[in-house]
């Protein structure tokens, strides 16, 4: 299988402070990857950095066989890269139906017919401004705002944040359903049961590095590791 | 009686002014981050295009070309001056380039037109009062009224229902977002600050009709649109057009009773509501909400 995106040695900052010392992850097609790591472990800050938002000073970034380090934003969602940002960032002064007319499509299956009949609740409200959405509606919104890049590659970033337990078992089954329509997926998340229990593999960060990377299945049975690797919120979670 | 209709509706027609003026530059400051103290001076642009165009194209013909060649000013502006302020989030670098602009402008245009007022031709037909007991009320100002009033509910319909209009509301949220989703920000940051000088050269077209045109002449509105987009609220594109109104009827009737104050008013006005409400009218509200 041939990766679809290979991002090496990234040293990323924020101005002065260098958050990430040389990551490296790597996502082959059709692979669902999971990225765990405690809070402020730069998982965030490894995403803003494939997606263009802040590019990494070193390193390199290649995504479909193109070198996309130094490439603006809208070029690399272009080349069908799904963008899924922490918090949602939906726009809250845009009615439901104006918030999916912000990307910028690819030819493709998703359109906003088909979104809205994966999400009728996003159907039934496509008149409503954004702010007035709940959580998980608000998360099925960024969702279906980055499947109608189409995409080929996907980064969620906590999607099951702050969601009611039956919200999260929805939003995975719907991670899964996009994996199984031939979506890579690279998957950002604290809940350790529900992100490992997805994926294929795990890359595991703290303090800016890749700390562990191996297969899900294998660190899912080892809770003492994950314990190690994920803090106090897998705790729960796992246990 | 008469006296405050006379002052009453002149302030509405320069509160129109302000409220096309500050819509402009409400929008340079949601999505440019910039702070465009030379808005006023695109204004005079605009005014001494359509005086130097009038001749060759006809009062309509200077109508439409005079903003349409200051927004294209204005994009060349943003490709080589402005876009460098975007990776300088620092207030002071937009103020010093903007301020030296203005300074600019107001130079070039006395160098070319003479620092004296010239006269701007409007069709007679025009000039002419619609009735005599309201002598004030002329055609033209009559027909300002109306195109003020087109060009705002235009930009409203723009940035409500097509797609470019959309995506500026969204960037004016969270433009790094928009980027994300494919959007070329670049291009939709240039083009919003072209429509935006391109309202600024509409209304010195305009104003061309009305009042003298002098190199200086931006400066006089320049702190009112400012000062109207902030009792407006900044941020909100309704508030801008309501705090122009506001405070160009409040000078307008104050200059009926009590002259002196008519240019304080507006400060005045500005005090309170900073003080009421530090959001401004609308201002806790995003765009059309
Ligand atoms: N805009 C910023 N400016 C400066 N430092 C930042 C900024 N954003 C994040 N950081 C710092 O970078 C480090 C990594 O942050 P990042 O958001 O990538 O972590 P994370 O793994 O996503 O954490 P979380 O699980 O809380 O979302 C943290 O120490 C954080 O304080
Ligand atoms: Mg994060």
Redesign the pocket.
């Given at each position: 299988m041939s990766a679809v995106l290979r991002a090496q040695d990234l040293h990323t900052y924020?101005?002065k402070?260098h958050?990430l010392h040389g990551v490296s992850i790597e996502v082959a097609e059709g692979e669902l990857v999971t990225l765990l790591?405690?809070?402020?472990?730069?998982?965030?800050?490894?995403l803003r950095s494939l997606v263009g938002l802040t590019p990494a000073r070193q390193g390199r970034v290649e995504l479909f066989g193109h070198d996309t380090t130094h490439w603006p934003a809208h070029k690399i969602s272009r080349l069908g890269v799904g963008y899924v940002p922490?918090g949602r960032k939906i726009f809250s002064n845009l009615t439901v139906l104006e918030n999916l007319s912000v990307p910028v499509s690819r030819p493709g299956r998703w359109t906003i017919e088909r979104i809205f009949e994966l999400f009728p609740n996003l159907g039934e409200r496509r008149s409503s401004w954004g702010r007035q959405l709940s959580g998980g509606e608000q998360e099925m919104l960024a969702i279906a705002r980055a499947l109608l890049i189409n995409p080929k590659l996907l980064l969620l970033d906590?999607p099951s944040q702050g969601l009611a337990p039956l919200l999260v078992r929805e939003v995975f089954r719907t991670i899964s359903s996009m994996r199984k329509e031939g979506i890579s997926i690279l998957l950002?998340e604290?809940n350790a049961r529900f992100g490992l229990d997805v994926a294929d593999r795990v890359y595991v960060?703290n303090d800016?590095e890749v700390v562990h990377s191996g297969c899900a299945r294998e660190l899912a049975q080892d809770e003492e590791q994950v314990r190690a690797f994920a803090g106090a919120e897998s705790r729960a979670a796992v246990g | 009686m008469e006296l405050v209709l006379f002052d009453g509706f002149n302030g509405l027609i320069q509160g129109a002014f302000y409220a096309l003026m500050a819509l402009g530059l409400s929008l340079i400051i949601s999505l440019n981050s910039v702070i465009n103290f030379a808005h006023g001076g695109f204004m005079v642009v605009g005014a001494y295009l359509a005086f130097a165009l009038a001749p060759y194209l006809g009062f309509w013909g200077a109508l439409i070309a005079g903003p349409v060649l200051t927004g294209i000013l204005g994009i060349l502006v943003e490709r080589f001056l402005v876009r460098y302020l975007y990776a300088r989030p620092d207030p002071v670098y937009s103020l010093l380039l903007t301020f030296g602009l203005a300074l600019i402008i107001e130079d070039s245009v006395r160098s070319v037109w003479g620092a004296g007022g010239v006269p701007f031709a409007i069709p007679s037909w025009l000039d002419s009062p619609v009735s005599e007991t309201y002598f004030f009320i002329t055609g033209y100002r009559v027909f300002v009224m109306s195109a003020i009033t087109l060009a705002a509910g235009a930009l409203f319909a723009f940035l409500r229902l097509s797609r470019f209009g959309v995506r500026i509301r969204a960037g004016i949220l969270d433009l790094e977002t928009v980027a994300a989703l494919g959007v070329n920000v670049y291009l939709l940051r240039a083009v919003n600050f072209a429509i935006g000088i391109a309202l600024a050269g509409f209304a010195g077209v305009l104003a061309a009709g009305v009042l003298q045109l002098s190199p200086t002449m931006g400066n006089d509105v320049i702190m009112a649109t400012f000062v109207a987009i902030v009792v407006g609220g900044i941020g909100s594109l309704f508030g801008s057009v309501l705090g122009g109104l506001l405070i160009g009827l409040a000078a307008g009737v104050t200059s009926a009773y009590y002259p002196v104050a008519s240019d304080v008013v507006i400060y005045v006005i500005m005090a309170i509501v900073l003080i009421v409400r530090p959001r401004g009218l609308l201002g806790q509200e995003g765009l059309f909400e």
């Open positions: 924020y101005g402070s958050i790591g405690r809070n402020g472990a730069g998982k965030t800050t490894t922490e906590e950002v604290q960060m800016g | -």
